[in-house]
């Protein structure tokens, strides 16, 4: 299994992002985004559609033993749209049928209140036709504007993706992430591990 110090010098490449400047000039608390190293912390949100729309739950269980794609998006979000959603729908295709990938993607929503909707999600997913279970955590557009996602996880804005292998670590986050090198990369690690089982993740 690929150690984690060296999962970057894959060449997974990152783009600037589109809407970080917004958010961390207004929030003024995430100097170094990202809890790269750290295990992922519980996804406590309280709205769920399943692959086909339907109201369901989410449980971190679901994603044990996994290697995970997380995305956080907004709707209004150009980044999102330019790159974050494409990528995204690449890599929910690659692994549809895959149980031993899991895709997710939650509306982090932390300004646009009435754009960013929890509406917006179905329609996002229809619109990407994106096979995955999709998730809204609002943040409060009358206090702390970060929803608690964005707390637990210290994602720079939207688009933001999370890595997380089957050991639960969050082994990349930033931007965006090359979809091409990071299924080469997840398609590798598949392989290592059909052939060597019992191995545990370190």
Not at 15 to 33: D, I, T
Not at 79 to 102: I, M, S, T
């Amino acid at each position: 299994m690929l150690e984690r110090r060296h999962f970057l010098a894959l060449g997974i490449g990152v783009l600037a992002a589109f809407n970080a400047p917004s958010m961390s000039a207004r929030a003024g608390q995430v100097r170094e985004p990202g809890i790269r190293g750290r295990l992922a912390p519980d996804l406590e949100v309280g709205y769920w559609i399943d692959r086909d729309g339907a109201h369901t739950r989410f449980s971190m269980d679901e994603l044990r033993g996994k290697w995970v794609y997380l995305k956080f998006f907004q709707n209004w979000c150009p980044g999102c749209h330019a790159h974050g959603f494409p990528a995204l729908k690449q890599v929910a295709d690659r692994y549809a049928n895959d149980d031993r990938v899991a895709v997710l993607a939650v509306q982090t929503v932390f300004e646009g209140f009435g754009s960013n909707t929890q509406e917006s999600v179905r329609e996002l997913q229809m619109r990407y036709q994106l096979p995955i279970k999709m998730g809204h955590d609002p943040g409060d557009p009358g206090g702390d504007h970060l929803p608690a996602t964005m707390r637990r996880y210290r994602s720079g804005g939207t688009p933001w993706v999370v890595i997380i292998d089957p050991a639960g670590f969050v082994v990349f986050n930033d931007f965006h992430v090359d979809p091409d090198k990071l299924i080469a990369f997840l398609d590798a690690q598949l392989a290592e591990a059909s052939r060597s089982p019992h191995r545990i993740p370190p």
